[in-house]
């Protein structure tokens, strides 16, 4: 079964605009915690937020922020004021942990296109 | 600066070749991750390690191998390259301790001819 969810296979945005990329999860474990990854055209994964299952607040980093709803298993990466330099994919990911550890699991990824 | 490396970053090979794929961090972690990524898939987990003498499968295991001899090196083997693991493979680490990200090797860049 697919554990996470990314709808939007692609998005469009105006420069300067903000945007909302969705990630729905899936987990019974009361502990994991949940990632986005930003991976540009060269390739690299870059780490942009995170937010933990028992996180009271919505994680912010810069203009990056998470929307957190755990009751509806949901984990958006909202981008305000969007640059260029944002177009990208984006990935949604969870760490599960267990009895043996940690495991990452990684959505689909959103292609983002920020026009100017 | 600790780093996570690979390589090599591009490889062709043949069918039916072994080839293995390197991976060296120096963030003393010790779990360490190998995906591949294909399009439409994201990034899919092959196999992983909490530690030194452990090896674990993950959810695309078939083909592949892990050995884990000390902290910093995961290598992955492919024991007979077929052209379906034709494939961008990530290498990551991560904190045991329960740290929140997974850093990143570049990429390499595998082509079975």
């Known amino acids: 079964a697919q554990k996470i969810t990314q709808t939007q296979p692609g998005m469009f945005v105006q420069e300067k605009e903000a945007v909302t990329l969705d990630c729905t999860y899936d987990t019974s474990d009361p502990s994991y915690g949940l990632f986005w990854y930003k991976q540009p055209s060269s390739g690299e994964m870059i780490f942009l937020i995170y937010?933990?299952?028992?996180?009271?607040q919505n994680a912010t980093e810069g203009r990056y922020s998470l929307n957190f709803q755990k009751a509806r298993k949901s984990a958006n990466l909202v981008i305000s004021a969007s640059q260029l330099g944002d177009s990208a994919m984006y990935f949604c990911a969870m760490r599960e942990v267990n009895n043996y550890g940690q495991n990452f699991v990684f959505g689909p990824g959103t292609r983002l296109s920020v026009l100017p | 600066d600790a780093e996570i490396t690979q390589s090599p970053r591009h490889k062709i090979t043949e069918t039916g070749r072994q080839v293995t794929l390197a991976c060296h961090q120096t963030w003393n972690h010790n779990n360490m991750f190998w995906y591949r990524q294909d399009l439409g898939h994201g990034l899919r987990l092959i196999h992983y390690?909490?530690?030194?003498?452990?090896?674990n499968k993950g959810e695309v295991s078939d083909g592949y191998s892990v050995s884990r001899s000390n902290t910093e090196d995961l290598p992955l083997t492919l024991e007979s390259a077929a052209s379906s693991q034709t494939s961008v493979y990530f290498c990551?680490?991560?904190?045991?301790?329960?740290?929140?990200?997974?850093?990143f090797g570049p990429g390499t860049r595998l082509t079975v001819l």
């Open positions: 990551a680490s991560s904190d045991a301790t329960g740290g929140n990200e997974q850093f």
């Open positions: 390690s909490y530690g030194v003498q452990d090896t």
């Open positions: 937010q933990g299952s028992y996180d009271q």
